[in-house]
């Protein structure tokens, strides 16, 4: 068994100061209270989502259909437990912008909420700062509401975590070794199953199920002792390191772009940056659980910069040009990450496209469709009364069971009677 890895300091140690997150906002007794507080709900909602899952086994031998369907619902309860843990514990502005390839996805709500009308099926990657980067890509999903969707290849030693292994192997995660050899077999057969048509509720509203697989092709989150590896690998290739991300690897990636061939349109970017972040900084010395939680310290900003690409015209079919194309990607967001740390924001997209001629998304060509330039809004859910969505499967199991409790008790007395 491998070991279960770090988070990033977690509750050990101390984050490095001067913190871009301020100073500490919360003194030690304070800290205790919300440690105790964030520890409660966090695995409450686990434990119950995980019992959900286990009820729901049978499922599978009963309907596919409704068995995908129901992990799907217990899905979104983890999803809308991250937002609800930040929402409370970490309060965090987020700016999103993209460019022209996304014009008229990126909409802010009425209320302030970012909305994004991303479609059902899609790969998205991005660059990865901090452990917790999945967390504020999970909240992305939750704004076109394909929470319930969201698809992770991460590390396998993270599927020996007690409840939330069990819980994402229960969510169709892709957990991979490193090791290509052994990797290869397991993603193909996970990546058929993503190709699967399913015909229940939750199924979406095309003929393929929603899916969205994340993926990080840089393999893991920087951090100084990711970034000897980076440079190793950048000398053995003969080519430069990059200052703000790792080198991206390409063989998984485009593994997953051609076993999804024909069932995926795009492929989504997204470029993620942290305010306050200082040159040769590492963001996981900072935004630790400690910190971000319970001391009262998340990162002031988190921004997103988003792009998308038809999967049509990714040569995902020679591993060499596969190669060229993402590492050209890697290099515009190195771009884009130095514009960052320069001017303290990404660009934005405030073009719009004319009557009579096609949309960028290839959509509405007779409406005008303006882009959104920046989007300033924060993690949070949409309505209070989501909270309750994810206890209401195992509250329906205990209520049916009362109820089917106290017919059997009535039959049991009834036939008594009847002896008597």
């Not at 199920?209 to 290739?237: C, F, H, V």
């Not at 200052?243 to 991206?248: D, E, G, V």
């Not at 690409?309 to 884009?336: C, G, N, T």
């Not at 001629?357 to 989007?375: H, L, M, R």
Request: proline share 5%; with cysteine.
């Amino acid at each position: 068994m491998e070991p279960v890895p770090d988070f990033g300091a977690g509750i050990k140690g101390e984050a490095v100061e001067p913190h871009p997150g301020g100073r500490i906002k919360h003194g030690l007794g304070v800290q205790v209270v919300r440690m105790i507080a964030f520890a409660t709900w966090f695995w409450s909602v686990v434990v119950t989502t995980c019992a959900t899952q286990y009820l729901g086994m049978p499922l599978y031998l009963i309907n596919r259909d409704y068995y995908y369907a129901y992990m799907a619902l217990t899905k979104q309860s983890f999803g809308l437990l991250i937002i609800t843990i930040t929402q409370w514990f970490s309060p965090t502005t987020i700016r999103v912008s993209g460019d022209k390839s996304v014009r008229g996805q990126l909409l802010r709500t009425k209320d302030g909420r970012l909305q994004t009308d991303f479609p059902e099926r899609l790969v998205l990657i991005s660059n990865h700062q901090l452990y917790t980067d999945w967390l504020y890509l999970w909240w992305i999903a939750y704004t076109s509401k394909m929470h319930g969707h969201i698809y992770i290849i991460l590390k396998e030693a993270m599927k020996y975590i007690p409840l939330l292994g069990p819980g994402m192997m229960f969510y169709g995660f892709i957990f991979m070794a490193r090791n290509w050899a052994r990797d290869k077999p397991r993603l193909k057969h996970r990546l058929e199953k993503l190709k699967s048509r399913h015909g229940g509720p939750m199924s979406g509203t095309q003929s393929l199920d929603p899916m969205w697989l994340m993926i990080y092709p840089e393999g893991t989150n920087l951090s100084a002792n990711t970034r000897k590896g980076s440079k190793k690998w950048a000398d053995k290739q003969g080519i430069n390191d990059l200052r703000h991300q790792l080198l991206p690897r390409s063989t998984g990636l485009q593994y997953c772009l051609y076993e999804l061939k024909g069932t995926v349109d795009y492929v989504y970017d997204c470029t993620v940056a942290y305010e306050g972040i200082p040159q040769g900084g590492y963001g996981q010395d900072y935004f630790t659980l400690r910190s971000t939680f319970f001391q009262g310290r998340p990162p002031k900003s988190v921004n997103m910069y988003w792009r998308r690409y038809a999967a049509s015209s990714i040569p995902i079919d020679d591993h060499a040009q596969f190669d060229k194309w993402l590492m050209a990607r890697w290099l515009e967001k190195e771009e884009l990450l130095e514009g960052y740390a320069q001017n303290g924001h990404f660009p934005a997209d405030e073009g719009h496209d004319s009557d009579g001629e096609p949309a960028v998304n290839g959509f509405n060509e007779s409406k005008v469709t303006q882009g959104a330039g920046y989007i300033e809004t924060t993690v949070r859910l949409a309505h209070w009364y989501e909270v309750g969505n994810m206890f209401s499967i195992l509250a329906c199991f205990a209520l049916v069971s009362n109820i089917g409790a106290k017919i059997w008790n009535l039959a049991l007395y009834g036939s008594l009677v009847g002896k008597g």
